[in-house]
Structures are given as C-alpha cells and as structure tokens.
C-alpha cells in the first residue's frame, strides 16, 4: 500500500512516450510490470482494489520514486482517509492499446473493484488507425467487465497535436467520450488537464510530468474517482 500538452513539442512525445519500442527491452519491462502486478494484487486480497492500467504516464517514466507518481499519491490519499481500498500501478511505458490488450488477462487474476484505464496516446502519436484503437480499447474494457460486471471502469481521455492532422486528431478525441457513453465508464476528460504544456510541471524531455506534476495528474484523477469510491 505505501508503495498535453502544448502542440509544440508533441514531435518529442511520440519518441519519449514509445521509449519501450524496443521489443526486447520492453518484453522484460512488460514481464516485470505483470509480475509486480500480480503480487501487488495478491497483497491486496484483504481490501477493495484500484487497478490502474496504463503507459509511461501511469508508470512515472522519470520519476526518482515510483511512489512520486499519481497511482502512488492517489494511495496516500486514500490511506489519509482510511478508504480501505489498495491501488495497484500497472503501467508500462511505452505502452499501446494493442500491448495493452495482449496482457490484460494477466492483471485480472482477482476481483478489480475500480479499473483505471489510461491507454491510446501511443496509438494516435504513431499514427495507428482509430478503428484499431477503438476496438482494442473495447477489447479492454470488454475483458474487465467479463470478469467481473461489476467493475467500475474510469477511462482516461486523451488528445493529440495538430499536426497529426485536423481529421485524426478530432476524431481520435471522440473515442475516449463515445466509448464512455456508450459502454456507461466514467470519464476523466483530459489526464494532463493543467500540465500539458507547462515547463514548470514537466521533466527535462518538456513531457513527462514531473513530481508537482503528477500531484495534478492525481488531482484529476481523484476528482472523478472519489465520488465512485464514496457511493
């Protein structure tokens, strides 16, 4: 338990943020991350859970101490309340939609009473085919709620620069609302709401958030997920 960004730089995100295209170095940090997963998951036989499934954002990717990245501070918040909930980081950097979908089954070992899931910004910076991502995305959430229909799904939105084109990007936006609509997910609208863009709250790449900037990432996270964990 103690465990976007202005437009100008997004040519720099689709290098940082696909750090793990390195096939052979990013199985071992997939395989590591699944094995975490698990016993983290284990661990929390005793409380509800949070699962938190996503990319470099979700793993910290820069950060000296995982414990300074929003899974991490979502997991003091709630012990400050005494919430009896274990969040569980399942982030992998440099993760796709389509990766994504590939371990899924694995972080679903035991019952995941709240699942964050924070995925597609990889897919649209390297130019995927929205219909692909849309369907892996679904694939995803089709996944969780086949093993347990109770499970509260968040969806973290995402946005993409103009350079990928008027068309893309406007549509690429869309997938994250309509999937929410239409499978009845709770929605966070934007994750990097207040630091995209913002030199002061990202590390020397000018991408990944930096430790005051994951504090927002939390923020925005929190806001959507406390009234869930209240109900």
């Known amino acids: 338990m103690k465990i976007f960004l202005k437009f100008c730089y997004f040519s720099i995100l689709i290098v940082l943020l696909s750090c793990g295209s390195d096939t052979s170095k990013k199985e071992k940090i997939s395989e590591k991350a699944l094995v975490e997963t698990e016993n983290n998951v284990q661990e929390s036989s005793t409380t509800k859970t949070i699962l938190v499934f ?6 910290g990717y820069g950060l000296d101490d995982v414990n300074d990245a929003f899974p991490a501070l979502i997991q003091t918040k709630i012990d400050s309340l005494s919430l009896g909930y274990t969040v569980i980081n399942s982030g992998v950097s440099g993760e796709t939609t389509a990766g994504g979908k590939s371990r899924i089954n694995w972080v679903l070992n035991q019952k995941i009473d709240i699942f964050i899931l924070e995925l597609g910004a990889n897919d649209g910076l390297r130019g995927v085919p ?11 959430i089709d996944a969780v709620l086949e093993k347990n229909s109770d499970t509260k799904i968040i969806l973290a939105g995402m946005q993409l620069p103009p350079n990928m084109g008027h068309d893309y990007i406007t549509e690429f936006k869309t997938i994250f609302p309509e999937l929410a609509k239409k499978n009845k997910l709770y929605l966070i609208p934007f994750l990097l709401k207040d630091v995209g863009g913002n030199p002061a709250l990202n590390q020397a790449d000018g991408i990944h958030p930096t430790v005051d900037g994951h504090k927002i990432l939390a923020n925005n996270v929190w806001t959507v997920l406390e009234p869930i964990i209240n109900l």
Not at 54 to 59: E, I, K, R, V
């Open 54 to 59: 996503g990319d470099s954002l979700t793993a």
């Open 130 to 140: 929205l219909t692909e991502t849309r369907g892996n995305l679904q694939a995803i």
